[in-house]
C-alpha cells in the first residue's frame, strides 16, 4: 500500500493511508487477531456478522420497495 505526500503535507497523506486501511480492514483483522480465538467462536462470530448483514440488506430492501 502507499501514499505520495503531496506539498509537505503529511497529515493529509496520513489521513490517506488511515482511509485506505480502514477500507481494507486491517484494523479489523488487528483487533481480532490480540486473542486467540477458538474455531468454533470463529464460525459462532461470523454467522452472526452474516445474520447482520442479511438483516440490513432486508431492512434497506423494505424502505426502498415498501412492503
Not at 9 to 20: T, W
Not at 28 to 55: I, N, W
Amino acid at each position: 500500500m502507499e501514499v505520495s505526500v503531496r506539498d509537505n503535507n503529511v497529515d493529509q497523506a496520513l489521513r490517506a493511508l488511515k482511509k485506505k486501511l480502514q477500507r481494507e480492514g486491517v484494523f479489523r483483522e488487528m483487533k481480532l487477531r490480540r486473542h486467540f480465538e477458538k474455531p468454533s467462536q470463529r464460525r459462532k462470530r461470523e454467522k452472526a456478522e452474516a445474520v447482520r448483514r442479511y438483516r440490513k440488506v432486508m431492512r434497506k430492501r423494505l424502505e426502498r420497495e415498501g412492503f
